[in-house]
């Protein structure tokens, strides 16, 4: 079959390859949107299109449940309407005005349409209202590009709720959602469980507009959402580091290092928060800002591995929106790769931070195996291994020994030693990697606890040392470290009897 549309001689043969609708709107579902990334992408919009508020309201225990997305901005003429429901609305590669979190001309359609086969949205501006409709059945019967324009929106409640001027984004025929669960009950729960886990998305992607000097309310089922920032910059305790700018041909890109407060300097609440479903350990590495929206977070972008030394370390990257080419921003504004003269940038960044954070950790290896601070464990590193053996030189287990009728002795030494060679390593790595600031050391009675006191201040007297010293040093090490005010108080009443 031959389709010349071409009169002969003005260039090639061509033939009509318009996409079919039916096909090629429904391969608009597949982008790979979350609901939350989803429901972000219609945001933008409205941050775009100036709201000071955008509403998020659910309806899930009708029949026909419904998502309703509903801001205050600046709404759309019909013209501007019809133009806004084409997918490709826009050329992905024109200048865009720096505040605008748009692209591609395709977010309202392909976030809309990976939930719901029916988007309808209904705006206002300059005291016209203008309604258009994608029904994916439509489109499937019809296989044409054309929206529908109703007169009105029966039955929509939340069209009643438009201000003077601003825009509704409706979603229906939630199949995506939970479309296969015909249970009313059980599809409301469904639907209400992944709207409650995207709530937290939305208070991290937007916090810099939620917290901004003019700020943007973001209302989730008629809850105001929080700003969730993830430096915890209100906390005193956060350590922020110098900003530094990396001007490029397409605009300047700004980066800042900041280490969170360990997790003793702010509430368990605020530590959760901060840390998410994924833990701090994933939550560590780069954030990644576009016009101030956070695209993506918890990578280093291959840079180096996640790891319990840089866990507290995230940092800020600021790019503009023209600089989308070079680091291949997607549609769905949650991906993006980075551009070989940022990596060399972020790469010293990452050496800075580790050799910080490695600093820290020799200090407190050091301190471990220093003979002067007495420790009950010692760290040896030798053949690249790191092993942990109780030390049998320590006073609490020298002065028991010595008490010890010889032929114990030996006894007593290898049962030290068997403790220390069926540490649990593997255990302990698990959970040092899972939940490392519930690891603590075992609290010990105070019997116990008295006797090594008395057994350790013995011997340093014995060497001389004077009270201040044995002070500080024994402040130094577990278990003294870990209870330090019984210690103390041990230390106060043997000084007591011994008349000192
Ligand atoms: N809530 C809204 N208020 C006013 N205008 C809107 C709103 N939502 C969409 N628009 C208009 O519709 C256009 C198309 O939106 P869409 O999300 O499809 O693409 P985009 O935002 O331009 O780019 P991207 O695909 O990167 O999101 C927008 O450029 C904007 O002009
Ligand atoms: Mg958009």
């Not at 919009?45 to 309703?68: H, K, L, W």
């Not at 994933?282 to 840079?303: A, E, M, N, V």
């Not at 980075?338 to 020799?362: A, F, M, N, W």
Request: with cysteine.
């Amino acid at each position: 079959m031959t389709n010349d549309l071409q009169p002969e001689g003005t260039g090639p043969r061509r033939a009509d390859a318009t996409p079919h609708a039916a096909a090629l709107i429904e391969g608009l579902r597949d982008l790979g949107y979350s609901l939350e990334t989803a429901i972000s992408d219609i945001v933008d919009n409205s941050i775009t299109a100036g709201a000071s508020r955008v509403e998020i309201m659910t309806e899930v225990s009708s029949a026909d449940p419904r998502i309703a997305i509903l801001d205050n901005g600046l709404g759309m003429s019909e013209d501007e309407l019809v133009a806004a429901m084409r997918p490709g609305s826009r050329n992905p590669l024109a200048t865009r005005d720096e505040p605008d979190l748009g692209r591609f001309g395709l977010g309202l359609k392909s976030a809309s349409f990976s939930q719901c086969r029916r988007l309808t949205v209904v705006t206002r501006k300059a005291g016209e209202t203008s309604i258009a409709v994608w029904d994916l059945d439509d489109v499937a019967d019809r296989n044409e590009w054309s929206v529908e324009l109703p007169d009105d929106a029966p039955g929509v409640p939340e069209v009643d709720l438009l201000g003077t001027t601003g825009t509704l984004v409706l979603w229906e025929k939630l199949d995506r959602l939970a479309g296969n669960i015909a249970d009313p009950p059980r599809r409301a729960e469904v639907i209400n469980q992944r709207i409650a886990e995207a709530e937290r998305h939305l208070r991290l992607v937007f916090h810099r507009f939620m917290e901004a000097g003019k700020p943007v309310e973001i209302v989730l089922n008629d809850r105001a959402l929080r700003p969730l920032d993830p430096f915890a910059r209100s906390n005193p305790a956060t350590i922020a580091d110098p900003v530094e700018s990396l001007p490029l041909k397409q605009g300047s890109v700004e980066i800042q290092s900041y280490t969170l407060p360990h997790h003793k300097q702010m509430s368990n609440a605020a530590w959760d928060d901060l840390a998410g479903p994924e833990g701090h350990l994933k939550s560590q590495g780069f954030y990644l800002y576009r016009g101030k929206r956070l695209i993506l977070h918890g990578t280093w972008f291959g840079l180096c591995r996640q790891s319990e030394l840089t866990k507290l370390s995230r940092v800020r990257i600021d790019i503009p929106n023209s600089m989308d080419a070079d680091w291949k921003v997607d549609v769905k504004k949650s991906s993006a790769q980075l551009p070989p003269l940022v990596r060399d940038r972020l790469q010293r960044v990452i050496e800075r931070i580790q050799g910080g954070s490695k600093r820290t950790y020799r200090k407190r290896g050091q301190k471990l195996v220093d003979q002067e601070r007495l420790p009950l464990w010692q760290r040896m590193q030798a053949d690249g291994q790191i092993r942990y053996r109780p030390n049998i030189d320590h006073p609490a287990f020298v002065t028991f020994a010595e008490a010890l009728p010889p032929d114990l002795r030996q006894g007593f030494f290898n049962c030290i030693a068997l403790v220390g060679a069926s540490l649990p390593v593997e255990t302990l790595h698990a959970d040092m990697a899972a939940l490392p600031e519930q690891v603590a050391p075992d609290k010990v009675d105070d019997e116990v606890l008295a006797q090594a006191v008395q057994y350790t201040m013995s011997m340093l007297m014995e060497a001389g040392k004077d009270i201040n010293e044995i002070r500080s040093l024994m402040k130094d090490v577990d278990p003294f470290r870990s209870a330090w005010a019984e210690t103390q108080s041990i230390i106060e009443a043997t000084l007591e009897a011994r008349g000192q």
